[in-house]
């Protein structure tokens, strides 16, 4: 068993959701994202594909506790969204599991020399608690959200922030 499938298992242990069965791996091509939950959504369930984390991740180059944490995260949408049934992306739902294992509820890890591009555009937010629910770079897919739709978290209008994210 690899230290990846070993912290995954002993955080299913922990939480009480088992990963056996759900295939890790590594991929050379993940150079800006650390690591996944990859996973189909079909009528009200998730099935769970597959966890992919970066070769840098596991290269040695990054502290234990840094990729322990991300290995968790990783796990956190797993225990997420299989037990509400739908992708929680990094919601409220999503940092409670966080909190929960243990770890921080960040839910951006940008590797040393890894260049992050910020882009103008719309972030959409529940105007009841502040979540962000989307991002849109054009004008006109930012208004259709925020006239049709409502937040998936408090069921609450949509409001939209310009600027850079």
Do not use: Q, W
């Not at 070769?55 to 956190?76: M, P, Q, T, W």
């Not at 020399?113 to 910020?118: A, D, Y």
């Amino acid at each position: 068993m690899s230290d990846v499938e070993r912290v995954l298992a002993e955080t299913g242990d922990k939480a009480g959701l088992d990963v056996m069965g759900i295939p890790v791996s590594i991929s050379d091509r993940m150079e800006k994202t650390m690591g996944s939950f990859v996973f189909k959504e079909k009528d009200g369930k998730v099935k769970a594909h597959e966890f992919k984390f970066s070769a840098r991740l596991l290269s040695g180059e990054f502290d234990e506790e840094i990729v322990k944490n991300v290995i968790i995260h990783e796990y956190a949408h797993f225990y997420a969204n299989v037990t509400s049934g739908k992708n929680n992306g990094h919601n409220a739902v999503f940092k409670n599991v966080c909190r929960s294992l243990g770890i921080p509820e960040d839910t951006l890890f940008t590797a040393p020399g890894t260049r992050v591009i910020r882009k103008k555009g719309y972030k959409l937010v529940c105007s009841s608690c502040g979540e962000t629910v989307a991002v849109r770079r054009h004008r006109d897919a930012a208004v259709d959200i925020v006239k049709y739709k409502i937040s998936g978290c408090c069921e609450a209008k949509i409001k939209a922030m310009t600027g850079y994210f």
